[in-house]
């Protein structure tokens, strides 16, 4: 989502005749775009805004601007903590000095192979550790029919593939007078020529629908994949996160996924060290990884988010230590299970998009969003379908031959 809005307002930015410098010592303006997430990322803006402020010091012309997650929905307190940050505004938001009457103007100027687009901001789910509700607000959908404009206007500027952006896609339409749902969205925008490839992000177990699943499966342009945050194998756990499900409820959305569309790759999220949780719980987690075997898993242990109910309620009981043992541990585990998923790849054809070039190579996406490297005659195989015979696996990335250009 950051990067989207980033893109965006790099674009209104060039609009009013600016140019992207990438020294921040020699640039006139100044765009930070926060993410408070975890720890480690509200650190890490902290620690940026303490350097701006001593180039603020040296060079008071420069003109600094804060924007995402860090800011919020309350400015006032941020105005008098950093008085050198000359504006200020929430998630999602363009500022009043940045507005354009014209829309499409929002959307990034330099064209991408797979571009993100935010299809709602905010979220009404209030998991326990979670700031985003409090940052970016309630869900707000966009309305269908201007998503499917913005889609067209990216590919006639030479988008490929789409990323739908939602805290929780699965939400999407519920605000709208005429409550389209995303397997509606989806379908409308299957049906864009020039268009080739589909994807979203990111969804919710307990909202996911079975007019959803049956999109999945019968578009050709929609990816099959999916990712689908469990954060727990434990229900005790579960509910002390509210997310609204349990363990089996889990697994059985799994079976009803994989059973409609057998070849989706799925990708998820765990947090370990939740407050409170003990050894059976952590191997509660590791057996449903175990048993459901995800292509991806983002695991993170966790830290307090200062606003949350888990801050607020729930001691930070488990110590760093054993948050990293269980960290490292779900690591080798799904680098073992990745590394055996891409193997069963050796030696078959898949379909890329090709998306960039890495230290000579080419790289692309399959479907299922693994990515793939390529080396190539042509000189430039940019936004190109390619068919790619896969020749070497890790658990991480694929390596093979070209074998035909579409």
């Not at 299970?337 to 000579?360: C, F, P, R, S, T």
């Amino acid at each position: 989502m950051n990067k989207a809005e980033s893109e965006r307002l790099a674009s209104l930015l060039e609009k009013r005749g600016f140019e992207f410098t990438p020294q921040v010592r020699e640039a006139d303006l100044i765009l930070v775009n926060s993410c408070v997430v975890r720890q480690s990322a509200e650190t890490k803006v902290l620690n940026k805004l303490q350097a701006l402020k001593t180039l603020k010091n040296n060079r008071p012309e420069i003109r600094i601007a804060l924007t995402g997650c860090l800011a919020g929905q309350e400015i006032d307190p941020l105005k008098q903590k950093y008085p050198f940050i000359d504006y200020f505004f929430s998630p999602g938001e363009i500022p009043e000095w940045l507005k354009d009457d014209d829309s499409i103007g929002y959307l990034p100027l330099r064209s991408k192979v797979s571009t993100f687009v935010p299809i709602m901001q905010g979220c009404n789910n209030f998991c326990s550790y979670c700031i985003v509700p409090y940052r970016r607000g309630r869900e707000r959908s966009r309305p269908l029919e201007e998503i499917v404009c913005e889609v067209k206007e990216l590919v006639r500027r030479g988008t490929k593939e789409v990323v739908l952006l939602g805290q929780n896609v699965d939400s999407y339409g519920h605000d709208l007078p005429d409550q389209p749902d995303l397997a509606a969205l989806l379908h409308r925008l299957n049906s864009l020529e020039g268009l080739l490839r589909i994807r979203f992000l990111t969804n919710h177990p307990k909202d996911i629908k079975p007019e959803l699943i049956e999109a999945i499966a019968s578009l050709d342009k929609v990816c099959k994949q999916i990712n689908l945050p469990v954060q727990s194998g434990d229900d005790e756990i579960l509910r002390l996160m509210n997310r609204g499900y349990t363990a089996d409820h889990y697994r059985e959305l799994i079976y009803r996924i994989r059973n409609r569309v057998p070849a989706i790759a799925l990708s998820t999220d765990v947090i370990v060290g939740f407050p409170g949780e003990t050894e059976d719980q952590f191997r509660n987690t590791v057996s449903l990884l175990s048993e459901i075997r995800f292509d991806v898993v983002h695991v993170a242990a966790y830290s307090p988010r200062p606003g949350t109910k888990a801050a607020r309620e729930m001691q930070d009981s488990i110590p760093w230590e054993i948050k990293k043992q269980r960290l490292d541990l779900v690591e080798k585990l799904q680098a073992e299970i990745a590394d055996q998923i891409n193997h069963k790849l050796m030696g078959e054809i898949v379909e890329i998009l090709v998306e960039n070039k890495e230290k000579g190579k080419w790289m692309g996406r399959t479907t299922t969003d693994k990515p793939v490297f390529f080396q190539g005659s042509e000189d430039d195989y940019y936004g190109k379908l390619v068919e790619v015979k896969i020749t070497r696996a890790s658990p991480w990335s694929l390596q093979g031959e070209l074998t035909a250009v579409k």
